[in-house]
């Protein structure tokens, strides 16, 4: 099955725009009538009302349970994107901070894909990075890759910290957490939805709180759409052509 021509209904999100320039640049052609196309090329995240009149499509679409193919599920789509998420990361903090990471104390909650590519961005900075970790593989990796490790139940300590990064999706910083921390320690929350610290407390504690949510869409988005073209022509020449 040859698969050349693609339909991109949603280009509000800029991202498919570039990733609809990749294709084309790889000898794919664009088309505007979906019934003429060999596929749709959605979004990530997608959202379901996208699906709608696309059932005799073949669909590639970012996130979620939906008919098609998941390009966001493929391991390079992943690792690549955390390096962005990274890049996303550090410059949030820049914009945000009156502090140089060159030495600074930060702290990495989790030590997923997003965190590890972090973690190699920091060492870069020669931050001072300790690694919050329950796995004891991801303990070993933090440490040979030069970090400090604690464990969740330590989160409480009161020790100072320039930046929090979290990976975490799920609320580890509760009160007893963020009275633990100092008022100018900034907080980057990476995860998704609900993140990893109770947002109404800490901005009671007056916690700098950023919402870091979608990071390659904010700083890389040409980078972040070439990626998802790249994705789904490394998939269609996989599994189709």
């Known amino acids: 099955m040859k698969m050349r021509k693609f339909y991109v209904p949603y280009k509000d999100d800029k991202r498919m725009i570039y990733a609809s320039k990749f294709l084309s640049k790889n000898g794919l052609s664009e088309t505007v009538d979906k019934g003429s196309c060999d596929f749709v090329l959605l979004p990530v995240p997608a959202?379901?009302?996208?699906?709608?009149?696309?059932?005799?499509?073949?669909?590639f679409y970012g996130g979620g349970d939906y008919k098609g193919i998941d390009y966001n599920k493929y391991e390079p789509f992943k690792q690549k994107n955390a390096y962005l998420t990274a890049e996303g990361a550090v410059a949030l903090f820049k914009e945000n901070s009156d502090t140089a990471l060159y030495n600074a104390d930060v702290l990495i909650v989790g030590y997923g894909r997003i965190a590890k590519a972090l973690h190699k961005s920091l060492n870069a900075f020669a931050s001072n990075v300790t690694v919050c970790s329950r796995s004891?593989?991801?303990?070993?990796?933090?440490?040979?890759?030069?970090?400090?490790?604690?464990?969740?139940?330590?989160?409480a300590d009161r020790k100072y910290y320039d930046v929090i990064f979290n990976t975490v999706p799920k609320v580890v910083f509760g009160n007893k957490e963020i009275d633990s921390l100092d008022t100018d320690t900034l907080f980057i929350d990476l995860a998704s939805f609900p993140g990893g610290i109770d947002s109404h407390y800490a901005k009671n504690r007056n916690i700098k709180l950023i919402d870091g949510r979608g990071l390659p869409s904010k700083y890389s988005v040409k980078s972040a759409g070439y990626l998802i073209g790249e994705t789904v022509l490394n998939i269609i020449k996989e599994e189709f052509n």
């Open 47 to 59: 959202k379901k009302y996208m699906f709608k009149d696309l059932e005799n499509n073949l669909v």
């Open 136 to 155: 004891d593989i991801s303990k070993i990796e933090a440490k040979s890759s030069g970090a400090n490790c604690i464990d969740f139940n330590n989160l």
